[in-house]
Structures are given as structure tokens and as C-alpha cells.
């Protein structure tokens, strides 16, 4: 369609972040705090080359090169840097269980990607919760959500939508998301059964 060709172009005139995007990166880079909502995949700062490769072929249109795609890859694996600073910034990521069950890939992509999310909630800075399916309709089904926080600057969100995302600046939005945020992070698991649930799904659900 029209936002394939586009998502094309800009990748051809200014490497693999759409304009739209660019914004956003920056600020994740900046950013001390992130609050994170995702009802439909492993969030990108968590994810693995081989899961963003395998949600990246699906996406593209068919004339997409593999080294477009690597280009791609490299690039969302290159945002995790920052979680690998001395001093990394606060990452609270809250999933709804479904996603644990999408597949994407192959069952030895999703094994390897829950247990790759296990591994990184362990870390202090990172933390994974999960809404676990049984709660049915919740404050995030509209879709996911980032709500970035800075020393000195005001918090900022990124919203996704079926086009393209929206980095907003507005108080009053942001401050509506962060609240939906908290009312996710109630909803969900606490960290140490969310922990178990992932692991207890790559090791069930996903091997082969």
C-alpha cells in the first residue's frame, strides 16, 4: 500500500527510521524514565534480531531486500543501547498476556524471545509486568502507548496508531496516558509471578 511505499522511501533517503520516528528516537535516548504499554508485541526495546527480523519481513512489502531488512533489524537492536548504559534509564514495561501467545516467527523465535524478556526483567532498571488475559476488557485495548520522563524537561508521550505514531507533547494527554499506565500496572501480575507466567509459556507453549 501507499505507507509501505512511503516507509520505502524514507529508508532510502534517510536510513531506516521514518521521519515521523525520528523524533521519538531522540527522545528515547534522553530519556530517564520510560513507561511502556503493549497489548500486541514484545515491546522493540526488548526484542530479539530474530523476532524484529521476523515482524519486519511481515510488515514490508515483497520487493523488500533482505539487506533493507537487516538494515532494519540493526537499527531497533541499536535503540537498546541505552539499556545497556552505565546509568540506564527506568524501563516499566506492562504487556497483555496475549501477546505471549502471538506467533511470530517460528516456535523457536517466541521460546527464545519469552526467554530473552525473562532474562532482561531481571535486570533492576527493567520491569516486566503482565495483564494476564482472564482480565478481559482493561484501559489499554486502544492500543500502545509510551509515556517518556526527563530530569529537567517535562514528560512526553508516544502513541501509536494504524498509520504511523504520534510523539505529543500536550500535559493533558500525556498526563491522561500516564494515568491509563497506572491503572494497567494494577491490573497486571507483579513482577515475579509476570516473570514466571513468561517463562512458564516459552517452556510450555513454545518448545517444540
Known amino acids: 500500500g501507499l505507507f509501505t511505499r512511503l516507509m520505502e522511501l524514507a529508508r532510502r533517503w534517510d536510513g531506516p527510521y521514518p521521519q515521523w520516528f525520528r523524533d521519538w528516537v531522540e527522545a528515547e535516548r534522553e530519556a530517564v524514565s520510560l513507561r511502556w504499554w503493549e497489548p500486541m508485541l514484545i515491546p522493540g526495546l526488548l526484542q530479539t534480531p530474530d ?3 521476523a515482524l519486519f519481513r511481515a510488515w ?6 533482505d539487506e533493507e531488512i537487516a538494515d532494519l533489524v540493526s537499527a531497533r537492536i541499536e535503540r537498546q543501547s541505552i539499556l545497556n548504559r552505565s546509568r540506564p534509564p527506568e524501563l516499566w514495561v506492562v504487556v497483555d498476556e496475549t501477546l505471549l501467545h502471538r506467533l511470530v516467527g517460528s516456535r523457536a523465535i517466541m521460546r527464545d524471545q519469552l526467554l530473552h524478556l525473562v532474562d532482561k526483567s531481571c535486570r533492576p532498571s527493567i520491569t516486566v509486568q503482565v495483564v494476564p488475559a482472564e482480565i478481559g476488557s482493561h484501559a489499554g485495548l486502544l492500543g500502545a502507548f509510551i509515556v517518556a520522563g526527563f530530569d529537567t524537561a517535562p514528560s512526553i508521550l508516544y502513541a501509536e496508531t494504524a498509520v504511523e ?3 505529543i ?3 493533558a494527554l500525556v498526563s491522561k496516558a500516564a494515568l491509563a499506565f497506572d491503572r494497567l500496572r494494577a491490573e497486571a501480575l507483579p513482577r515475579g509471578a509476570s516473570r514466571d507466567l513468561i517463562g512458564k509459556v516459552a517452556e510450555e507453549r513454545w518448545t517444540a
Open 169 to 171: 507533547e500536550k500535559p
Open 60 to 65: 514490508q512489502s515483497a520487493s523488500t531486500t
Open 51 to 53: 523476532y524484529a527480523r
Open 165 to 167: 505514531g504520534q510523539t
